[in-house]
């Protein structure tokens, strides 16, 4: 799993000039130019929200995609982008504890591809009632996760990120649960159950859901030392004034105002948005992630569908280095939920992020 690379320390050269006064010219010289650069880069501030109409690419963060466990489908979505893709999201069946445990289909399907693998795991059964986060902070199910490891192991799959219990903040999220500390109890036996198995390298992805919600994850966070990567789900989809649904007529003018609302209001702003979690991520040393985004036709109104000015906030959030965007995965899927496809449902927009995300 790809870190945040830190600053190298200098090295010293043995046949350097005696004269210190001339490095110390020459350190200044260097560290104005680098000033004058990012000021020029940046615009002149720190805003991680360029105007609409020059955007920024998107950094060295990670590139990734979710279009369900099917590696052809991944062939097609790069051939679409113009460059490969770094690595593949990808979600287990749950119904069982057996699925969770050995997702041979899942498994077999990244198994020898030039991706890495970052996978959504359940932390509870959506077929069986019975099973519970207090059963789990209790250690009953550490088994399933120690068979599950020593799977991802075998099949040479020991880099993997683990998104463990992903948007559990979320009401109606089947690992849902209002003590925190049963959550947590829970999440490090499973962590500390899969990094038992010899041979692995895994690292786990603390991933709630964007915006505020029923569950302030905040309390749920389980520790440093189990966590590698705070993750953040940011479709874009908000509920505040003046923002989404839209109204009747709308036109080009007033779509654009009410998703520059959205995306203050709810997106990048708002108690739990993305500088929160930005500045959350930084407090605890850990890199950000963003392993599902994108655009979202919702029955309910409440996304922005056709949104080019999303994409392109999204994409000067992740290329703004006090971010530490480790990877992004565009979620370029549609189900009973809405519709997200940049290739099938908004071919302007895609065009837009193809501007962003392609070739370099």
């Known amino acids: 799993m790809i870190g945040v690379e830190g600053i190298q320390p200098p090295v010293t050269d043995p046949n350097r000039s005696r004269r210190p006064w001339f490095w110390v010219v020459v350190g200044v010289v260097v560290v104005l130019a680098a000033t004058v650069a990012l000021v020029v880069l940046h615009g002149g501030g720190s805003s991680t929200t360029p105007r609409a109409d020059s955007p920024r690419t998107a950094g060295t963060a990670e590139v990734g995609v979710f279009v369900g466990t099917d590696p052809a489908a991944v062939t097609a979505y790069e051939a679409w982008l113009g460059r490969d893709v770094d690595l ?90 209002d003590d925190p500390e049963a959550f947590i109890t829970y999440w490090r036996r499973v962590v500390a159950a899969m990094r038992a198995q010899p041979g692995q390298n895994f690292r786990f992805d603390w991933n709630p859901n964007n915006g505020k919600a029923r569950y302030d994850a905040v309390n749920y966070y389980p520790g440093d030392d189990v966590v590698d990567y705070v993750g953040v789900d940011a479709y874009d989809v908000a509920y505040t004034t003046k923002t989404y649904p839209y109204p009747k007529n709308c036109d080009r003018s007033c779509r654009l105002e009410r998703q520059k609302n959205a995306w203050h209001q709810s997106i990048l702003g708002g108690s739990r948005g993305l500088r929160f979690w930005s500045r959350f991520a930084a407090g605890h040393g850990k890199p950000l992630t963003l392993p599902e985004w994108g655009l979202w036709e919702r029955e309910d109104g409440h996304g922005g569908g056709e949104n080019a000015y999303y994409l392109q906030q999204m994409a000067a959030f992740i290329a703004d280095p006090q971010n530490s965007v480790a990877y992004q995965s565009y979620f370029e899927f549609d189900g009973p939920d809405g519709k997200h496809r940049l290739m099938v449902d908004y071919p302007a927009s895609g065009d837009v992020f193809r501007s962003l995300f392609g070739p370099k």
Do not use: C
Not at 89 to 96: G, L
Not at 137 to 149: I, K, M, P, Q, S
Not at 150 to 167: D, K, P, Y
């Open 88 to 177: 593949v999201v990808d979600f287990s069946s749950r119904q069982t504890w057996a699925e969770i445990a050995a997702p041979a289909e899942m498994i077999a399907a990244w198994k020898g591809r030039p991706y890495r693998q970052v996978y959504s795991v359940g932390l509870l059964p959506e077929g069986d009632p019975s099973a519970t986060i207090d059963r789990g902070a209790a250690g009953e199910y550490d088994v399933h996760y120690r068979e599950l490891a020593a799977g991802l192991v075998a099949a040479g799959q020991s880099n993997a990120t683990i998104r463990l219990g992903w948007e559990f903040n979320l009401d109606g999220s089947r690992w849902q649960t």
